[in-house]
């Protein structure tokens, strides 16, 4: 009974533990997502209204101009100039043109194509939705990662291999004790009780709660950065990464190339 009641214990602190840490994380994030305005301007019943962005259908005629983020894949049919910022879906880092007219066979590539999730950045044009939530272009990429199996991470595959070595030795130790005792006493209730004390003994009842007060420990330290932690797996594995490839040219850089060394003929110049 006292090993079952510390079990439960460890259990349900681990349990509050990682609670408390991802309700944190949604509330901060949540407050983000406050702070970017979710308003589309659109054309209903010939008068120019601000909905929500959640609000729009196809064939909502939209009122696009600087700094709007577009809420739909949308044709856009009348043009000011404008240019939008597609390097969240295509990874362009220069503001791509936006009209009436079009010559590329590609629906990407189309100049008179504006999609979900793009930033306009200049101008202003009227565009007729075609396309919205998990159909737009975004939606469909959204629906094929959502769809990825999850990989363990570096720390739940150690410790996968750590409990499965730890059960064999539990299982090997309490099937020879309870032999033993079965051979010494001849007492199958003081054998059975001995071997599943002997078992219960090789539990480690700390290691849960150890793990994830270590990564709490490691989640505090990241948001004193301002590094938002969704998931406690999450500061393990950023922990492992020995290569971080990235191609988000613009976002994570400044869209600059400058030459800091030059090396030539044997000679480095600064």
């Given at each position: 009974i006292y090993m079952g009641a510390i079990l439960i214990v460890v259990a349900?602190?681990?349990a509050a533990v990682e609670w408390w840490q991802q309700r944190k994380s949604e509330n901060t994030l949540a407050a983000l997502l406050k702070m970017i305005p979710a308003k589309t301007h659109v054309i209903r019943d010939?008068?120019?209204e601000s909905i929500q962005s959640a609000d729009v259908v196809a064939g909502d005629v939209l009122f696009l101009r600087m700094g709007d983020k577009i809420p739909a894949d949308c044709y856009v049919f009348s043009s000011s100039d404008l240019k939008v910022d597609n390097?969240?879906?295509?990874?362009?880092s220069e503001p791509q043109e936006r009209g009436a007219g079009n010559s590329m066979r590609n629906p990407l590539e189309a100049t008179n194509l504006a999609f979900n999730g793009t930033l306009a950045v200049s101008g202003e044009a009227y565009a007729i939705v075609v396309r919205t939530g998990d159909n737009t272009v975004l939606g469909q990429i959204a629906g094929l990662t959502a769809g990825e199996?999850?990989?363990?991470s570096?720390?739940?595959h150690e410790i996968s291999i750590f409990v499965r070595i730890i059960a064999s030795v539990a299982i090997f130790t309490a099937a020879v004790f309870f032999i033993a005792?079965?051979?010494?006493?001849?007492?199958?209730?003081f054998a059975i009780n001995f071997a599943i004390g002997t078992f219960v003994a090789w539990v480690p009842e700390?290691?849960?709660?150890?793990?994830?007060?270590?990564?709490?420990?490691?989640a505090k330290r990241m948001a004193a950065e301002n590094v938002l932690v969704k998931d406690l797996?999450?500061?393990?594995t950023l922990g492992a990464i020995t290569l971080l490839a990235t191609d988000k040219t613009g976002t994570l850089t400044r869209n600059q190339m400058t030459v800091c060394n030059v090396w030539t003929n044997g000679i480095m110049y600064a």
């Open positions: 349900f602190i681990n010939r008068k120019l390097s969240s879906l295509t990874g362009e199996e999850k990989a363990k570096p720390l739940n005792g079965m051979a010494l006493y001849k007492d199958f209730p700390g290691l849960p709660a150890t793990v994830t007060m270590l990564l709490t420990i490691a797996q999450g500061v393990e």
